[in-house]
């Protein structure tokens, strides 16, 4: 299975350790994909952001979940996950 | 010298329950029965085996093996946990890293990791008042060249001699692992569940034969089940810590909707 360059790989886990970074790729790609000097297609293909694309190209698969996070504007946390269970669970 | 008390071993992740309700109440049942065998051997520590999940370790620095051997460690705060601080144990971090480095397995050794959810569901169930001095055991799974699970049996094996051989007389371990089973997670095939082979790692280790799964490569574990499935590594840990100890079942579900095989087991040693 392909691979992406080093350097998308870098820039989506830089988004994922900095929130406000993060905030500012949502708003505006552009300049990031400048910094961290990504090719055409890389570019076009984050600014899909679709599960294909990023299996085209070749984003470690964690590395897709925390990209899809970083590049839509921050929303309020949802339920937990684990919400309907603690009850059961003894954790309410 | 110490004691290896018993060995769990359960997925880590509680999805939404609508549309596969019974299956769902069968695995948090799986998760209690964890919860309250453990509280039953009143463990002085537990080590705790599972896969980060590129929230510590990334394709910055590629982290094979390693353990916590912080006072104290803090979640990452991912996948519903709340973040908690709670005690490690620093002292049988050391020792299981002096040892296995004897035997030829070279531990990283983080005073400074946040254990993500793959820890934390399970953790967060079994001692949500973080009253257990906590190990954090990392075998990768998620980057690219992941320890075998021939490797990480023999890890158990070196996590066993520790007890065994280096910690005080009458402290007893229990070994928590958490991953798995079979799941294909961002890649062509999520969805898709292998419950044969998750049967198979289930049935071996309870039968006091995951000796005999060593023979699976990692790029064979990967084909069978899935990416994600590579987290039976961490049950590798902990069969490895319990060799010929037979036990159960606590939990299997094949799980589509959830995108994984579910499964849980428990290794009780005679006499304890």
């Known amino acids: ?36 000097e990504l090719a055409e297609q ?36 949802g339920p937990s996950p684990l919400q309907p269970y603690l009850k059961k669970l003894g954790l309410e | ?69 912080a006072d104290e460690h803090t979640s990452f705060g991912d996948g519903g946990v709340p973040v908690m601080t709670f005690p490690g144990h620093r002292a049988l971090g050391e020792d299981l890293a002096r040892h296995a480095a004897v035997r030829g397995l070279d531990l990283i050794q983080v005073e400074e990791v946040r254990p993500d959810h793959g820890m934390m569901i399970p953790k967060y169930i079994v001692d949500p008042d973080n009253k257990i001095p906590i190990v954090p055991l990392y075998v990768n799974a998620a980057m690219p060249i992941p320890p075998s699970p021939a490797r990480c049996f023999a890890l158990g ?29 961002c890649v062509p095939g999520e969805g898709d569940v292998n419950a044969e082979f998750d049967r198979e790692v289930i049935d071996k280790i309870i039968t006091g034969n995951a000796h005999q799964l060593t023979r699976y490569s990692t790029d064979q574990v990967v084909e069978l ?18 060799p010929n100890v037979k036990g159960e079942q606590l939990y299997y579900e094949a799980m589509p909707q959830w995108i994984t095989g579910m499964g849980g087991v428990a290794l009780v040693p005679e006499g304890v």
Do not use: C
């Not at chain 1, 899909?48 to 839509?72: A, T």
């Open chain 2, 1 to 69: 010298m110490g004691k290896i008390v018993g060995g769990f071993a359960t997925s880590h992740i509680l999805f939404s329950p609508t549309g596969v309700e019974e299956q769902a109440d069968r695995v948090a049942d799986g998760f209690l029965q964890i919860r309250d065998r453990i509280a039953e051997l009143k463990p002085d520590a537990i080590v705790l085996v599972s896969a980060d999940h590129l929230n510590n370790f990334t394709l910055a620095v590629q982290v094979t093996l390693a353990v916590g051997i």
């Open chain 2, 225 to 242: 089940a899935g990416n994600g499935g590579l987290e039976m590594t961490a049950w590798m840990v902990m069969a490895g810590a319990l």
């Open chain 2, 157 to 185: 094996r070196a996590l066993k001699e520790t007890v065994d051989h280096q910690r005080p007389d009458d402290e007893q371990i229990v070994v928590l692992a958490t991953g798995g089973l079979s799941h294909w997670l």
């Open chain 1, 42 to 77: 890389e570019k076009q293909l984050l600014r899909s952001g679709s599960r294909e694309d990023m299996i085209e190209l070749g984003i470690h698969p964690n590395l897709q979940m925390k990209y899809m996070r970083v590049s839509k504007p921050p929303r309020p946390a």
């Open chain 1, 1 to 36: 299975m392909k691979t992406a360059a080093y350097r998308v790989h870098r820039l989506i886990q830089d988004l994922a350790r900095d929130g406000e970074k993060a905030g500012q790729f949502a708003a505006d790609m552009e300049p990031f994909f400048e910094a961290y």
